[in-house]
């Protein structure tokens, strides 16, 4: 079932701050983000880059303030130098983890299997999956969207199905690739047709888990409303504009 309840914003800082920077950037705009995130129907996720988790998983731990780390590993623990255990960020507490961004996909080589073990161990430590998929350019212009679509959704929906904490939610991020970082989102008509093709798919696999659909790519507070009339969406993935507290902040205000 795509639940609707509580439109997220979930800002994805990306590599943009340093720890410097982005406890400077919570701590000037505190006040702020709180009350954003106590309004009504409104649920605030924050993803900082990993160093940043734990500082900002301390400041927010009282607050309505939800924490995102931005990959996880496969594996909840063993000899794997240098990745994060999603074990690990459930115990520093990580309500998400941002999967399968296409800048992991095209920089890391993450494949689409490696994406859903990723989804399947997120699963097991009870931590909702912000598995992003979307064509890019190429795919687009060949009209193969929804195959290269199916391509990535099919093993996420297959580890949402196989893995323990049924009631741990699904979220999907449909980001196409090319609007990611660009000039202009992607218009109305092609988001809802893709949304609708995966919610679809979703509700055939006759899913146990409840799940939810968020887009992102280019999201500014200028294409934010038209954006928000999308029926099936319920969520933002933000980059740029959610380092610009003014942005983000109007992101949010438009109903
Ligand atoms: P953008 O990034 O909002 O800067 O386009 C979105 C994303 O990469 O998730």
């Known amino acids: 079932m795509n639940t609707k309840k509580n439109f997220l914003y979930i800002s994805n800082w990306k590599m943009s701050l340093s720890l410097n920077e982005a406890l400077s950037f919570a701590s000037n ?32 731990k009282e607050t309505s303030v939800a924490l995102s780390a931005q990959c996880c590993a496969e594996h909840e623990r063993g000899s794997f130098t240098g990745q994060i255990s999603p074990r690990s960020l459930y115990e520093l507490g990580c309500s998400y983890c941002i ?44 009209g193969e969207t929804l195959s290269r679509i199916e391509e990535q959704l099919a093993p996420i929906a297959q580890a949402a199905q196989s893995s323990s904490h049924q009631n741990t939610p699904l979220c999907i991020a449909y980001e196409p690739v090319w609007a990611i970082g660009a000039q202009k989102a992607a218009d109305n008509d092609h988001i809802e047709s893709v949304l609708a093709w995966i919610e679809s798919y979703l509700n055939e696999l006759a899913l146990t888990r409840s799940y939810r659909l968020v887009y992102g790519g280019s999201i500014t507070s200028h294409n934010a409303a038209r954006l928000k009339s999308i029926p099936q969406i319920s969520g933002f993935l933000i980059g740029r504009a959610s380092l610009d507290f003014q942005e983000l902040e109007k992101i949010v205000h438009y109903r």
């Not at 006040?31 to 927010?60: C, G, H, K, W, Y």
């Not at 161990?121 to 190429?138: M, Q, R, S, V, Y």
């Open 29 to 60: 705009y505190y006040d702020e983000i709180l009350s954003l995130a106590d309004r009504e129907n409104t649920q605030m996720v924050i993803a900082p880059s990993a160093e940043a988790l734990f500082p900002i998983a301390q400041a927010i």
């Open 99 to 142: 999967i399968g961004h296409s800048e992991r996909r095209s920089f890391n080589n993450e494949s689409d299997q490696s994406v859903a073990k990723q989804a399947q161990t997120l699963f097991d430590n009870n931590i909702i999956p912000i598995a992003c998929i979307g064509e890019d350019k190429n795919a687009y212009d060949q």
